[in-house]
């Protein structure tokens, strides 16, 4: 029955008159809750290669997801896992070797998403160098980190032995060297050796000789299932920033990724972009590339990782499964 205007007014100044009763009905005012703060352990001096990270941060994909996320750049002592054991980060960035190998040492950590899908370490050669295959560094001098895991397994694969000239984070010595093969970061090595006067260098990929392992982001086991909503929350937002970062404009990652650190320039940042688009670095490679993988990580690969450092007498057989190692629980 439709309603008359005057009976509607009689009911609303019987409404107001009645005890307590607008009291009542008024929706309930609350402060919004305080955002959830997470600490970023970087790996290395901040760069492009954490461009995802800046870019959430500038564009304020953390924020809108209700979190306070401070990032915090590394450098040779980084310490990432020790950082994450004692709590005094909740997430780092690394490689999945080294984090496997920090598992099997009880540290308390898991991998819950991909920076890579290839670990961009590689072995850089001049182009005039006559080594096209790994096979071809038989008796040759490589100058890397004695620890890459890398090293036994071209050992073992290909049933070769060349001399090695531990790493000394430098490209003079490459610069300077026609014969010489440097591991090297594939995203940033090749500007400063191009900046030093040389020339781009060709590339042997870990990942060619079957050596497949990601760059990984890593979370204290604890603090991540004691708070699941925040870290999903945090793994959106920041395959957010990756896709932004490699898709539209980086200026407001490259803001502050100077702030965080004086040495990056803006044609370095820019050269750093583009061998991480070019390499596909983020989304894969091959047919399947796409931002539909960015972050990504699969039970397969780590099943296969595990093998081989079990295979190269690295990892004690046993010592840790997929399971431990893992978990695609926090991936949107």
């Given at each position: 029955m439709?309603?008359?205007?005057?009976?509607l007014a009689l009911l609303a100044t019987a409404a107001l008159a009645l005890p307590g009763c607008a009291k009542k009905n008024a929706p309930v005012s609350s402060a919004p809750a305080a955002p959830f703060k997470i600490t970023v352990q970087l790996d290395w001096v901040a760069e492009p290669e954490h461009g995802g990270f800046y870019q959430a941060q500038a564009k304020g994909y953390f924020k809108d997801a209700g979190l306070d996320v401070q990032i915090i750049p590394g450098g040779p002592n980084a310490f990432v896992m020790q950082k994450l054991a004692t709590g005094q980060a909740d997430i780092g960035q690394g490689d999945s070797t080294n984090t496997l190998l920090a598992i099997a040492q009880d540290i308390p950590v898991i991998q819950i998403g991909a920076v890579f899908q290839n670990d961009p370490s590689v072995l850089m050669l001049h182009e005039e160098n006559p080594v096209t295959r790994f096979e071809d560094l038989a008796g040759k001098t490589i100058m890397a980190r004695p620890e890459w895991a890398f090293l036994p397994y071209l050992r073992k694969k290909y049933g070769i032995d060349f001399q090695l000239v531990p790493q000394n984070y430098s490209v003079a010595n490459f610069v300077a060297d026609k014969n010489l093969i440097q591991q090297g970061y594939y995203i940033a090595e090749p500007y400063h050796i191009i900046k030093a006067g040389g020339e781009m260098p060709r590339f042997l990929y870990a990942w060619d000789a079957g050596f497949d392992a990601y760059t990984v982001l890593v979370a204290n086991k604890t603090w991540a299932a004691a708070h699941p909503d925040q870290v999903r929350a945090f793994m959106r937002a920041y395959i957010h920033g990756w896709v932004d970062y490699i898709a539209n404009d980086p200026a407001?990652?490259?803001?502050?990724?100077?702030?965080?650190?004086?040495?990056?320039?803006?044609?370095?940042m820019m050269f750093s972009r583009k061998m991480i688009i070019d390499g596909e670095l983020v989304t894969g490679r091959g047919p399947g590339a796409s931002s539909a993988n960015i972050g990504r990580i699969t039970e397969k690969r780590f099943a296969t990782q595990i093998q081989q450092l079990e295979d190269l007498g690295i990892l004690p057989k046993g010592k840790v499964t997929v399971q431990q190692a893992m978990t695609t629980d926090y991936l949107p």
């Open positions: 439709k309603r008359s205007p005057r009976l407001p990652a490259h803001e502050l990724l100077k702030q965080a650190n004086p040495e990056n320039t803006d044609d370095f």
